[in-house]
């Protein structure tokens, strides 16, 4: 049984850093590309991160460039995302996925495996 299971999540103030981690189980994830999405209350699921699985290429929502890093660790099955500098306005649900295609898209109909999530608050 495939399960995504997301920790790290919790309260920050304003300026500080989470690093949220995504432990993938139930198969081998590792030619799989991997992806971080987040939602806000009475918002859409946007992207946030991906990073492929050939090369290690990586991909960022503007919103977050420079101040968030994705990295993988294949032999662990997980996907960690660093966020630095955290403002107000990442306040959400954040959720890990996986795309079979092995790229990392931006696009939610590309990955088809996803975790519960984890609350992200960031407070002023």
């Known amino acids: 049984q495939v399960q995504l299971v997301e920790s790290g999540g919790g309260l920050v103030q304003a300026g500080g850093s989470l690093r949220l981690s995504c432990a993938a189980s139930g198969r081998d994830f590792s030619t799989y590309g991997m992806g971080w999405f987040r939602q806000a209350p009475g918002k859409e699921r946007e992207f946030v991160a991906a990073?492929?699985?050939?090369?290690?290429?990586?991909y960022y929502a503007a919103s977050v460039k420079g101040r968030f890093t994705i990295s993988r660790d294949n032999a662990k099955n997980t996907v960690d995302l660093q966020m630095n500098s955290l403002s107000p306005e990442d306040t959400a649900v954040y959720y890990c996925?996986?795309?079979?295609?092995?790229?990392?898209?931006?696009?939610?109909?590309?990955?088809?495996?996803w975790g519960q999530g984890t609350q992200v608050t960031v407070s002023s």
């Open positions: 990073i492929s699985w050939i090369f290690d290429n990586t």
């Open positions: 996925a996986t795309a079979p295609s092995g790229r990392a898209p931006m696009v939610r109909l590309s990955y088809n495996y």
